[in-house]
């Protein structure tokens, strides 16, 4: 059985993070929860710059702290997955975005990992004092969906969004104590035992 942890995004990781993003640009994927990686390919100790500056910053309608990680598989130390963590939500990730943006790098999808990504997330989330948790996605995006319901998330919006996506979103919420504790024990078994690294 595949073992993942959280990984601190740093120096070390640099070639396996750009080959991470480069997988899906040839696979003509979208990328989500990288902490905008995609736009540091030719500065990545730009990104982990901005990563501090992400994690540090006060609460504003403009920006919000965050915490971005690799997710990795313990057999190969190969970056599987990424999330992204928001630690406050303001007026606009209330209605769009809310507090989590996750993503499996496309050669590694339909093996259960993103429930282990989002799992692993609401795990850092509750030590951040976060009880709920709102994500929303694409209507069509069935994976991401069916990752939430698989944590124990509820529907509760759906509307076509005309700003950012222009496609039909569906916003969820997971009660974040509920969720580990119905399913620690089929999680808990998947995470390496340093679960963040």
Not at 12 to 23: R, S
Not at 111 to 125: A, F, Q, V
Not at 146 to 156: E, F, P, Q, S, Y
Not at 185 to 195: F, L, R, T
Request: one cysteine or more.
């Amino acid at each position: 059985m595949d073992r993942l942890k959280f990984v601190v995004p740093s120096k070390k990781w640099e070639k396996k993070a750009i080959d991470y993003i480069n997988e899906h640009y040839e696979y003509n994927s979208p990328i989500n929860g990288s902490g905008s990686l995609y736009r540091f390919l030719d500065d990545y100790d730009g990104w982990l710059d901005k990563l501090d500056s992400d994690r540090k910053c006060i609460p504003s309608e403009e920006r919000v702290p965050t915490e971005t990680y690799f997710l990795v598989r313990e057999s190969d130390d190969k970056i599987v997955g990424m999330i992204n963590i928001r630690l406050a939500l303001n007026k606009k990730l209330k209605e769009i975005g809310g507090h989590i943006g996750y993503g499996i790098r496309p050669t590694e999808r339909r093996k259960g990992y993103n429930k282990i990504n989002l799992y692993l997330g609401l795990l850092r989330c509750k030590e951040y004092g976060i009880d709920e948790v709102f994500m929303d996605c694409d209507k069509d995006n069935l994976g991401s969906s069916k990752t939430m319901k698989a944590l124990g998330g509820r529907l509760v919006k759906e509307f076509y969004d005309d700003k950012i996506y222009n496609c039909m979103v569906q916003g969820y919420v997971i009660d974040v104590n509920e969720a580990i504790n119905k399913y620690r024990e089929i999680y808990e078994p998947m995470i390496a035992k340093s679960k963040v690294k």
